[in-house]
C-alpha cells in the first residue's frame, strides 16, 4: 500500500485512523503487527483484506491496483485470495466443523477438502463436532481452517489469541506458524501481546496511524518457547 489514509467522520468527529501508510508485504513472510488500542492496527488490516477502502492512496495486490477495483473485483479478491481469522471465531453455532470450513469451499475456485483443511490443523477427528462441542482453542482453529480451505495467498488475522488462555493461544500460534510454512501463505496477525513478535519474520508497530518501527527478526522463536 502506498500513502494511504483512512479518516473516519462521524458528525462533527473526525477520526485520521491512518496518516500516509507505506507498507509493502513479501510473499510468505510472517509479520507481527503490534500497538496501542486506537492506533489503526485493524483499519490497516481491513483494508489490506478489502474489507474496507483507503480515504486516499493506494492498494496494490500482485500489480493490480484494488483501490481502482470495481467491486465486483474486490468481492472476487476477498473470496479468492484472501482468509481471515478474528478474535471471537464467528463460526455458525448450528453447522458442524466440516459444514462451516464447507460454506467457504463451496464458493472458492480451487479450494481444499473441508475434512483436508480440518486435518491441516490437527481437527481431522472433530469434524462432525459443533462449535459448542468444542473448546475456544478448537473453535479458533476451526477458523483458520476455513480461513485458509480457499487456499488463500494472504492470511489475516485479528487478535486471534486474544480470547484465549496462555496454553491454548500458543497451540493457535502453532498452527499459525505450521500453515505459513506449509502452504507459504503471507500472513499478519496483529497482537497485543508484544512476546508474540518474537515468532515472526518481520515486526510492525504502529502509533496514531503510521508505523513507528519496522524490525526484521534474525532468529525467529518457535511458539512453543514463546513467553508472554
Ligand atoms: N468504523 C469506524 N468509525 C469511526 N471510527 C473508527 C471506525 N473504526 C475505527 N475507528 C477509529 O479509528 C481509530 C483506529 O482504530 P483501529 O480499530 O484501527 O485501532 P486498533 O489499533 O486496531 O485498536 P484495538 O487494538 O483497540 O483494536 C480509533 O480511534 C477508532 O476509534
Not at 480461513?147 to 496454553?167: H, M, N, S, W, Y
Not at 499478519?188 to 519474520?201: E, F, K, Q, S
Not at 518481520?202 to 512453543?224: C, F, W, Y
Request: proline content about 4%.
Amino acid at each position: 500500500m502506498l500513502g494511504v489514509t483512512k479518516t473516519y467522520i462521524m458528525g462533527e468527529v473526525r477520526v485520521q485512523a491512518l496518516k500516509s501508510v507505506d507498507l509493502e508485504l513479501a510473499k510468505g513472510e510472517f509479520v507481527v503487527l503490534l500497538g496501542a488500542s486506537g492506533s489503526g492496527k485493524s483499519t490497516l488490516l481491513n483494508i489490506l483484506g478489502g474489507l474496507d477502502v483507503p480515504t486516499t492512496g493506494r492498494v496494490i495486490f500482485r500489480g493490480q491496483d484494488l483501490t481502482a477495483a470495481s467491486d465486483r473485483v474486490l468481492t472476487r479478491f476477498r473470496r479468492q485470495s484472501v482468509g481471515f481469522v478474528f478474535q471471537f471465531y464467528n463460526l455458525i453455532p448450528s453447522l458442524t466443523a466440516r459444514e462451516n470450513v464447507a460454506l467457504v469451499t463451496d464458493i472458492a475456485p480451487n479450494p481444499m477438502h473441508p475434512r483436508e483443511a480440518l486435518e491441516r490443523v490437527h481437527l481431522g477427528d472433530r469434524i462432525h463436532h459443533f462449535p459448542s462441542q468444542l473448546s475456544g482453542g478448537e473453535q479458533q482453529r476451526v477458523a483458520i481452517a476455513r480461513a485458509i480451505a480457499k487456499r488463500p495467498q494472504v492470511l489475516l488475522c485479528d487478535e486471534p489469541t486474544g480470547a484465549l488462555d496462555f496454553q491454548t493461544g500458543k497451540l493457535v500460534l502453532e498452527t499459525l506458524a505450521q500453515v505459513n510454512q506449509e502452504l507459504g501463505t503471507t500472513t499478519a496477525v496483529i497482537t497485543h501481546n508484544a512476546g508474540i513478535a518474537d515468532m515472526a519474520d518481520r515486526v510492525l508497530t504502529m502509533r496514531s496511524g503510521t508505523i513507528t518501527a519496522d524490525q526484521r527478526n534474525e532468529h525467529k522463536v518457535e511458539p512453543k518457547e514463546l513467553e508472554w
